[in-house]
């Protein structure tokens, strides 16, 4: 029997949380589908995902990262993607004060939140080693 | 204290030692510097060696003699406009030609202290250099922070235009790669969110335009006798269909005075966003009172409902820029999130206030209020 993976997928736009979650459950994957930082936080306190999508502002600036920091210290080998709104090009840092704070947010991978499915999945899939 | 270098460039040491003896124990002080400024007095007996130590030290003021054994001082000056250093130079100098004086100030030398000085004149117009110098660093950070802000707004905004586009985008894929099978009908909901999406996006556009508009038009010919009873019918008349929707009841009293001197097109704003949002947060059956009251020295303007109301936190929050209140009530409540920071921007132009009370669930009272004699002389932008 082949294992289901699971999905924790954290982001407060309603309608890319259904697309994403429509298309990786289309794909057999498990999907935990939650619309804040809260809730994904009541997540990780009962269950352990096998990866984890999270949107970078949520209710704060920082939500993706604090997520991030949250889930490694409990989790430490499960994979986290942080999915981005903001292009690079503006260079505007969301609230952390410098380079000494990023140490402990070290996600696996920063995603544009415009790519295609398709790309999300083989991302995913290649975190997990799949 | 801060501590300002100050680089002495003159052949004659007895020059040299006197500025540091007279600058030594100099203090600065104006009243809106916040702290006191001293000196640090550096020397260099040629103009060579002068350019070398405004490499390494970066000094911030330069007494610069110009007859010097090398280079002159004028040629110094000059390597210092070139570069763009932000320095400040005064030329101490015997011989003032012309042709010297007028050279030096074209490439920026902004004092001339000519020599013998007495310890009085050198300190004066070193008390003058200071603060310009302060000045035109304090305008050089309030330009660069104005920027980060301007940044800060336009990622943001990006951010909120992009969110539904990929929305809208994500749905009609999902239809041309008919994810959700052939039949039209399953694809209802992908389609009314769209559409949803579109309409906040149309919104979030014109509030954009009101914001533009407040930033940088301020025209004085738009001033006029603006009637507050029409305003104020108009702005409910706005909002009606709504308002039916949602049995909303308006009670509006106009009281003390017909007209106002003002733009409309700024008390409309401000009277629409209040109104749009008395209605958009009250609840089904609810109350919307719209009162304004003139006396000799200022007009009122209240917008109050019987809705969700806030808590101080959510309070605190509300004239931010994009700032949303996000909770179980408000769910299903669209909007760019734009409306009240630009009725804040409105208010502050015309030197007014704006007051918020707030309880959750019993409702919002927002008062404006405004000084009749400020009207005459608003200010002219942000």
């Keep these: 029997m082949t294992k289901i993976y699971t999905v924790l997928l954290a982001d407060d736009d309603p309608d890319y949380l259904f697309q994403v979650a429509y298309y990786l459950r289309k794909a057999g994957f498990e999907v935990m589908a939650v619309e804040s930082q809260a809730e994904a936080e009541q997540v990780i306190a009962r269950m352990k995902p096998d990866i984890a999508i999270f949107d970078l502002m949520m209710e704060s600036d920082d939500s993706g990262f604090i997520l991030c920091y949250k889930l490694k210290r409990k989790y430490p080998e499960v994979p986290v993607i942080l999915a981005t709104a903001v292009s690079r090009e503006t260079g505007i840092t969301f609230g952390l004060s410098g380079g000494q704070d990023r ?4 996600a696996d991978l920063y995603l544009e939140k415009g790519v295609r499915p398709e790309q999300f999945e083989l991302e995913i899939r290649k975190l997990l080693k799949i | 204290m801060a501590q300002l270098k100050i680089l002495v460039v003159d052949d004659e040491p007895g020059i040299r030692s006197g500025v540091a003896r007279i600058l030594g124990n100099f203090h600065v002080t104006y009243p809106f510097m916040d702290e006191d400024y ?13 350019i070398e130590i405004i490499d390494r030290e970066m000094p911030d003021i330069l007494l610069l003699d110009n007859k010097l054994p090398g280079i002159q001082g004028v040629e110094v000056l000059e390597y210092v406009r070139k570069k763009n250093y932000d320095i400040v130079v005064a030329m101490i100098t015997s011989y003032a030609s012309i042709d010297v004086a007028v050279k030096a100030h074209n490439d920026g030398a902004i004092d001339f ?8 004149e050198l300190k004066a117009s070193i008390e003058q250099i200071t603060k310009q110098q302060y000045l ?34 994500g749905y009609l894929r999902m239809m041309q790669e008919r994810q959700m099978g052939d039949s039209l009908d399953e694809y209802a909901s992908a389609i009314e969110r769209s559409l949803q999406r579109i309409e906040s996006m149309r919104n979030l556009i014109m509030d954009l335009l009101d914001f533009t508009k ?12 603006v009637n507050l009873k029409e305003l104020v019918s108009m702005a409910v008349g706005t909002v009606s269909p709504y308002a039916i929707h949602k049995d909303i009841q308006f009670v509006t009293d106009v009281k003390g005075c017909e007209t106002i001197w003002a733009d409309p097109n ?4 401000i009277l629409n966003n209040l109104v749009s949002n008395a209605v958009k947060y009250n609840k089904p059956g609810g109350t919307v009172t719209v009162t304004v009251d003139c006396t000799e020295n200022e007009f009122t303007i209240a917008v109050a409902d019987t809705g969700i109301g806030m808590n101080n936190d959510e309070r605190d929050m509300l004239f931010e820029e994009f700032s949303r209140i996000r909770n179980d009530k ?3 409540i669209s909007g760019s999130g734009l409306g009240l920071s630009i009725v804040k921007k409105v208010v502050d132009l015309y030197h007014g206030v704006i007051n918020v009370e707030s309880a959750p ?5 927002f008062t404006v209020i405004i000084p009749r004699s400020q009207v005459s002389n608003l200010k002219t932008g942000i």
């Design chain 1, 103 to 106: 140490e402990w947010i070290r």
């Design chain 2, 38 to 50: 001293t000196f640090n007095i550096l020397e260099a007996a040629t103009g060579e060696e002068g």
């Design chain 2, 113 to 120: 202290i000519p020599k013998p000085f007495t310890p009085q």
């Design chain 2, 136 to 169: 035109r660093r304090i305008t050089h950070k309030l330009k660069v922070e104005g920027r980060k802000v301007r940044f800060q707004f336009l990622s943001v905004l990006s951010h909120e235009l992009k969110a539904p586009l990929n929305a809208i985008e």
């Design chain 2, 214 to 225: 407040v930033s940088f038009e301020r025209q004085m010919e738009k001033m006029q006798n």
């Design chain 2, 266 to 269: 700024d008390f409309e704003i």
């Design chain 2, 330 to 332: 408000t769910r299903n």
């Design chain 2, 361 to 365: 669930d019993r409702g919002s009272a």
